[in-house]
């Protein structure tokens, strides 16, 4: 029989048989339940002229299922096609990353971007929720942390070039914050949508927006410094005296309590070593713990994380640049750089997600710049990611099987409100889900049609997209 339902990811296996199933309720008839006979990532879908039945090998599985069932339902009519799915999926991490900082969303903008990743049967959200331009998650203890981080005066308007007497600002505050209330009802919506938050706290470069607001915590604390209104990368880094790791330990604790997930994301990115250089302090502190180069310092950073977050059960995902220093042994590896740090962080045993630049960073262009919304630079089409080689460099099957997922990036520069962060995001994501899914292999021309058919499903959740023409 031809497909006449466009599934997105499309599942391991469908069979299409003859018949509709004719109901004007398919959610309250849909039957559920749990068996052993399913593996732990399965799920079984049928619909008959009967019915429809629901079984999978847990709770993880069963909500994958959901979210194919309401591909499925949604736009169908009182009319549904007799199929039987089996399904499962290759990775186990199926991620976005949707950056906070920069640009701060309302709640209500993220619930609807976590409906939009289940129907995919995307199961991560990757939180970046502090940085050098907003510090949005509210820690007891810290008032000024949202009182003074999560706010910037103004906010540089197009691109930034290299020339600062040319740069424009729109003059206008930009900020906000999420109470740690309204961060546990927001875990609980994607809980009970089969998604599971990871929050990130970027240490110790990228603390900007702390230093502002506390600046003890930096290397020289007489220096006043505000919350970073222009991009790129700050050489504000977090200080090496007490202070700044009993600052760490209150926060990182403080998010372990707040997010259940068994991950915590602790940056690594991007830390210059500029004002350790510079700080007597730093000197003294590297003779004390018996290190011998400033670029260990941050070694020491992320091991503190690693041992406070583990006295919560949880286990730290940082950005490759952390392979330059020691790191723990279950540190998770998360690669941005390039396909040849996913051989050095295999090799070296480290449990691996590939979420490379050139092909998962949806702030880039997604055609002409001419024609299309401003964006950091790049050029990423949908096309590019539905074909692209995530792993052109030969690995090794042990390799192989510490790659545990792939993750699409939102960096939000340049994306100032919801509508641009959906536009950039889709359709992009709709072939990312499928790479991540593990989808069976098909030509882009067919895997675009059945995208094609696909897209008024976004249309009926309200999301905005770019195109495909």
Not at 61 to 73: C, E, K, M, S
Request: hydrophobic residues 40%; glycine residues 8%.
């Amino acid at each position: 029989m031809p497909d006449p339902i466009a599934l997105v990811p499309y599942p391991q296996s469908v069979i299409w048989s003859e018949g509709t199933w004719q109901t004007t309720a398919p959610w309250d008839e849909l039957s559920v339940g749990l068996t052993e006979d399913l593996g732990r990532t399965e799920y079984a879908l049928s619909i008959s002229p009967e019915g429809a039945n629901l079984t999978a090998g847990s709770e993880a599985a069963l909500a994958d299922g959901r979210n194919t069932f309401a591909q499925i339902v949604t736009g169908a009519g009182d009319s549904i096609p007799c199929l039987t799915i089996s399904d499962f999926p290759k990775n186990a991490w199926r991620g976005m990353h949707v950056d906070v900082s920069r640009h701060f969303l309302a709640v209500a903008e993220i619930e609807t971007l976590i409906d939009a990743m289940a129907l995919h049967r995307l199961n991560i959200l990757h939180l970046h929720l502090t940085d050098d331009q907003g510090w949005r998650v509210e820690i007891k203890g810290y008032p000024k942390l949202t009182e003074v981080g999560a706010w910037r005066d103004q906010t540089l308007v197009g691109h930034m070039s290299g020339d600062e007497d040319a740069w424009e600002f729109d003059g206008t505050p930009h900020g906000g914050f999420y109470t740690q209330e309204e961060l546990r009802g927001l875990v609980e919506y994607a809980r009970r949508r089969g998604i599971m938050i990871v929050p990130e706290v970027d240490l110790p470069g990228h603390m900007q927006a702390a230093i502002a607001a506390y600046p003890n915590l930096g290397n020289f604390p007489e220096q006043q410094v505000g919350v970073r209104e222009v991009w790129g990368i700050s050489d504000h880094v977090l200080g090496v005296d007490d202070a700044a790791f009993d600052f760490l330990r209150d926060v990182l604790t403080q998010i372990a309590d707040i997010f259940p997930a068994p991950y915590v994301h602790i940056g690594g990115d991007e830390c210059p070593r500029v004002e350790w250089e510079r700080s007597s302090a730093a000197r003294a502190r590297m003779n004390e713990w018996g290190l011998t180069r400033v670029s260990e310092i941050q070694g020491r950073f992320t091991q503190f994380a690693a041992d406070v977050l583990a006295e919560s059960g949880k286990r730290i995902v940082a950005w490759d640049e952390v392979l330059e220093s020691h790191l723990p042994d279950d540190t998770v590896v998360m690669n941005w750089r390039g396909a040849d740090g996913l051989k050095t962080s295999t090799e070296r045993g480290f449990q691996t997600i590939i979420a490379s630049s050139e092909h998962t960073y949806f702030d880039y262009y997604q055609a002409d710049p001419k024609g299309e919304p401003l964006a950091i630079g790049g050029l990423t089409t949908v096309k590019d990611v539905y074909t692209a080689d995530f792993t052109p460099k030969k690995l090794g099957e042990e390799q192989e099987r510490l790659l545990i997922g792939l993750q699409g990036q939102l960096w939000s520069e340049y994306l100032p409100d919801a509508a641009q962060l959906q536009y950039m995001a889709f359709p992009r994501m709709c072939a990312l889900a499928e790479r991540a899914w593990g989808s069976p292999e098909q030509s882009w021309e067919e895997f675009e049609e059945r995208l094609r058919a696909h897209l008024p499903r976004l249309d009926a959740f309200g999301i905005r997209y770019r195109p495909l023409d």
